[in-house]
């Protein structure tokens, strides 16, 4: 089983930025893909970011060039860097991490962005 726990969410003016991070512990080693998803009030879960083990990274097209994901291998810790955010990036974001078929999650992390 991997544990995940996220910190770093908050309330942030349109255009400010804020980074979280995700602190990975139990089975990392079997970890293939980790990274960030959100939910929005009234909206399906989507993926923001992840790395995955075969050296791909991936970011959705609404956060492309705003948002970095990188890592600190030898933390366990997987960071989004999030910069210029707007309104519609407010959500509650969730790490996630994939070992074989299992999908593990974060107890997800708010981020409110004021227009």
């Known amino acids: 089983q991997v544990q995940l726990v996220e910190s770093g969410g908050g309330l942030v003016q349109a255009g400010g930025s804020l980074r979280l991070s995700c602190a990975a512990s139990?089975?990392?080693?079997?970890?293939?893909?980790m990274g960030w998803y959100r939910q929005a009030p009234g909206k399906e879960r989507e993926l923001v970011a992840q790395f995955t083990i075969s050296g791909t990274t991936n970011y959705a097209d609404s956060v492309r060039g705003r948002f970095t994901i990188s890592r600190d291998i030898a933390k366990n810790t997987v960071y989004l860097q999030m910069n210029s955010l707007k309104a519609e990036d407010t959500a509650v974001y969730f790490c996630?991490?994939?070992?074989?078929?299992?999908?593990?999650w974060g107890q997800g992390t708010q981020v409110t962005v004021s227009s």
């Open positions: 139990g089975g990392i080693f079997s970890i293939s893909a």
């Open positions: 996630h991490a994939v070992t074989g078929p299992y999908l593990y």
